[in-house]
């Protein structure tokens, strides 16, 4: 199998250590492109769509395989495998990716030099007292249904309606693929995927060094969870940015940049 | 630093925000502020997801912001709004992100409250849902249509008036145009041949009239067999009354012509075979005769049918024969054998009878039949043969072979029981003078009269037979002593001595000489008796004729 066609690889530059960005749930790689510009000509910078997000492959989707983290984890070591890349890659992940990272770095020793880890949480859920995920199992049962909202009512009902075109009409197309999750089932799938999976056990494991970039004011991912993994991953550092939201690649990429740049100048621990 | 808000945006019937790039409220309007109760101006450090409930909040981080950062703005998106201590709301959310010149961004946000517009959408949603089902259902129908016109073996097609296809099956595209053209569009001329449309077009011309036609037409396969086909044209009648065309149901009748020429020539078989049947029901209830029934047993088929064949029992076999007939009817499912049956005038005739049982075409009922031929003349033209054959012509008494037969019978029974028999030999005294001058007729008028006398001095269970010229033999079956015996052969001496009346001749004198043998130790044969009686007859003529002697063993 393509894995390059199948997870939509794109590769810029081919000078310099390999920084690999993985997405989160309902992005796609486009996401990081205010982030690629400042290590273009210093690194070779690989990116990529999860299978079911972005313009991967729709017809590589097996519900079984992507309805845990393990399969989005299996992915990413395929695009590595695709690429010849068993060591010295630097993973730059946002929100689930983190979690998808730290279970690929398990599966794989050796493969990453570090990881920037950008509004991690390894559980989305509430586990009171101990852990507060933010998150109980009904407010994740209410995104699947509003996602389902949006799915029916704006992408494929309204479109054709109000653009008095018919179903799968290159209108609707376009507006269908503007709702970042191009497809309804398989946005479903890594919702649930993301929003149910508990990563914390892992935590102690994991032997790669992280930089933890905790957004200052953040809904899904709140201080406290980074403080928590801050405590639980070895060797982490913890970076808060001063951002509101979840997304601080694209509503304050500079200070992501900045973050990136400062670890990547600083030496590996012995 | 909050912006000055614009008056105008208080009049806006929508919740109306501004924020920076990161969800931190600039501005918003009266009724946004009415429904997050929050005060004018507004306070630092608001933010659009205090507006939100966690799932609301979680589709804005992982959809909207990235929409917003990759096409700076967002469309008709669903979103829930619950300020604090309110009631959910759902809104359509609009929003559009602006660059600022100092490279920051600033975003505004329309939401529109969706109650009554859900319900709008709702109802649209169901008109499409139901046009949807009716097309799918539509499509379904015709569909199924379609596969059951071509799973017929008939041939189905449709005309219009100017008489080109508009229609055809499977089986109609077969045989009319097998491997070649479509059939659809083609002129009826050109789709059958001018031979064919000759035979049809005046059909379809009236069926186009609006006259419904049915007709058969004959052709042959490519494998040389004859077909019968039945050909229905339809006229289809629009509500106005016109006729747009017509439908065609060819149906191939071939096997249906077959079996009813099959039937038509069992049924003439049936009813002109020779010999008589009788179907019967599995009651015995006759269902159906044929002629030759009627001419045998004088009943019509009106009469017999509804009938039990026992309206034809004689009366002549007991209840064993039948019982040993249904037997074997049961165990071979056949019974054949003769058997007296008795017609409607009250004839007795005998008939050489098969009985089958059968199961109907269906295997579903017992059948019984019974075929028969009336062999009442042949049996009685055997008896006369048989008779014929063991009796003297002239007298009608058992002749020499019958005699033995009887004697053997007699013989065979003296083993096992304490039986007496005799044998009385008997030679006319004087017949040939009577024969030699009164002639041939009269001698052969006289031995009848022997006979008769001879006959009615007996018992039945006696055997009077005659040996030939004027020779007789009496055989005495269990004769109750030798003075019996004695007895009858002294009334045999005096009975032909009697004058004897023969046409015109009276008193024409005979007489006879007896001679008898007994069954004992010595004479246990049937020749040794009529050897004995026979030396004991030459023995009672020597000693003077009209004598009655026994022989010397007995």
Not at chain 2, 6 to 13: F, Q, T, V
Not at chain 2, 458 to 463: G, H, I, L, T
């Amino acid at each position: 199998m393509d894995i390059r066609h199948r997870n939509r690889v794109t590769v810029l530059g081919d000078q310099g250590p390999t920084l690999l960005y993985a997405h989160g749930f309902g992005c796609s790689q486009g996401m990081w492109r205010q982030v690629t510009p400042a290590f273009a000509g210093t690194h070779r910078q690989v990116l990529f769509d999860y299978v079911g997000s972005g313009q991967a492959d729709r017809q590589a989707f097996d519900l079984a395989r992507y309805s845990t983290l393990d399969g989005y984890a299996q992915d990413l070591i395929d695009v590595c495998d695709s690429l010849g890349l068993q060591s010295g890659v630097v993973l730059i992940a946002h929100s689930v990716s983190c979690s998808i990272g730290l279970m690929a770095s398990l599966r794989r020793p050796g493969l990453f030099e570090r990881m920037v880890l950008v509004g991690p949480s390894p559980c989305f859920l509430n586990h009171p007292p101990d852990y507060l995920g933010g998150f109980e199992r009904e407010d994740l049962e209410g995104l699947l249904s509003l996602m389902d909202q949006n799915f029916i009512g704006w992408a494929d009902y309204l479109a054709p309606i109000v653009a008095g075109a018919p179903h799968g009409s290159p209108v609707s197309t376009e507006l269908n693929t503007s709702f970042c999750s191009t497809d309804p089932e398989t946005a479903r799938v890594f919702a649930q995927a993301t929003f149910f999976a508990d990563n914390r056990a892992d935590l102690p494991q994991v032997r790669v060094p992280c930089l933890i970039l905790q957004h200052a004011h953040d809904a899904l991912a709140p201080t406290a969870v980074g403080d928590y993994l801050h405590q639980h991953l070895a060797g982490s550092r913890l970076q808060v940015l001063d951002v509101v939201g979840h997304c601080a690649h694209l509503s304050a990429p500079e200070q992501v940049v900045d973050a990136i740049r400062d670890e990547l100048a600083r030496a590996l621990p012995a | 630093m909050p912006h000055a808000e614009s008056p105008d945006w208080d009049a806006w019937p929508a919740l109306l925000a501004q924020t920076d790039g990161m969800g931190r409220l600039l501005a918003a309007n009266a009724e946004l502020r009415a429904l997050a109760a929050w005060p004018s101006p507004l306070p630092e450090g608001l933010n659009l997801d205090q507006l939100l409930p966690p799932a609301s909040r979680i589709l804005m981080q992982t959809h909207v912001w990235p929409m917003l950062h990759a096409q700076n703005q967002v469309r008709e998106l669903h979103l829930i709004l619950r300020p604090a201590g309110g009631a959910a709301v759902p809104v359509l959310l609009n929003a559009k992100r602006s660059a600022q010149a100092d490279g920051s961004s600033t975003v505004q946000w329309l939401f529109l409250v969706t109650h009554e517009r859900t319900r709008f959408e709702s109802a649209l949603l169901e008109a499409r849902q139901r046009a949807q089902a009716e097309a799918q259902a539509r499509a379904e129908r015709e569909g199924f249509l379609q596969t059951l016109a071509n799973a017929l073996p008939s041939l189905v097609s449709y005309w219009d008036r100017d008489l080109r296809c508009r229609y055809a099956n499977q089986a109609q595209q077969q045989a009319m145009r097998p491997g070649s053209a479509d059939l659809l569009g083609m002129r009826m001329e050109d789709a059958v041949g001018p031979q064919r449309y000759a035979q049809k077009e005046a059909r379809a011309r009236a069926a186009l009239a609006g006259q419904a036609q049915q007709f058969e037409l004959q052709s042959v396969d490519a494998q040389g067999r004859r077909q019968h086909w039945q050909h229905d044209y339809v006229p289809d009648r629009r509500s106005d009354g016109s006729v747009q065309g017509f439908f065609v149901l060819g149906t191939d009748i071939t096997a249906l012509k077959e079996s009813a020429l099959a039937l038509e020539l069992a049924a003439l078989v049936f009813e002109r075979t020779p010999q008589g049947i009788a179907v019967t029901d599995e009651n015995g209830s006759i269902l159906s005769v044929n002629r030759a029934f009627t001419a045998i047993t004088g009943y019509s088929a009106e009469e017999a049918v509804g009938r039990n064949p026992r309206l034809l029992n004689s009366g002549t076999h007991d209840s064993r024969f039948f019982a040993d007939f249904w037997q074997q009817l049961q165990a071979k499912g056949q019974w054949s054998g003769e058997i007296w049956n008795r017609r409607k005038n009250g004839e007795l005739f005998i008939a050489l009878q098969t009985v089958n049982a059968v199961r109907d075409a269906d295997h579903a009922a017992q059948r019984y039949v019974t075929v028969f031929t009336d062999v009442t003349e042949r049996w009685r033209d055997n008896e006369r043969m048989r008779h014929l054959a063991l009796h003297d012509a002239l007298t009608g008494l058992a002749n020499r072979q019958m005699l033995e037969t009887m004697l053997t019978q007699l013989l065979s029974q003296m083993q096992r029981a304490d039986r007496r028999l005799a044998v009385l030999f008997l030679d006319l005294d004087g017949f040939k003078t009577v024969n030699d001058q009164l002639g041939h007729q009269v001698g052969d008028a006289l031995l009848k009269a022997v006979a008769r006398r001879l006959t009615a001095l007996v018992r039945s269970c006696d055997c009077v037979a005659r040996l030939g010229g004027d020779e007789f033999v009496i055989a005495l079956d269990n004769p109750s002593s030798g003075d019996e015996v004695a007895q009858v052969g002294e009334r045999i001496v005096a009975a032909l001595a009697e004058p004897f009346v023969l046409g015109q001749r009276e008193g024409v004198h005979i007489g006879v000489s007896v001679g008898v043998a007994q069954y004992g130790p010595g004479c246990q044969s049937v020749a040794e008796l009529l050897r004995q009686a026979d030396e004991a007859m030459y023995a009672a003529k020597a000693a003077g004729k009209g004598r009655v002697r026994f022989s010397a063993q007995a």
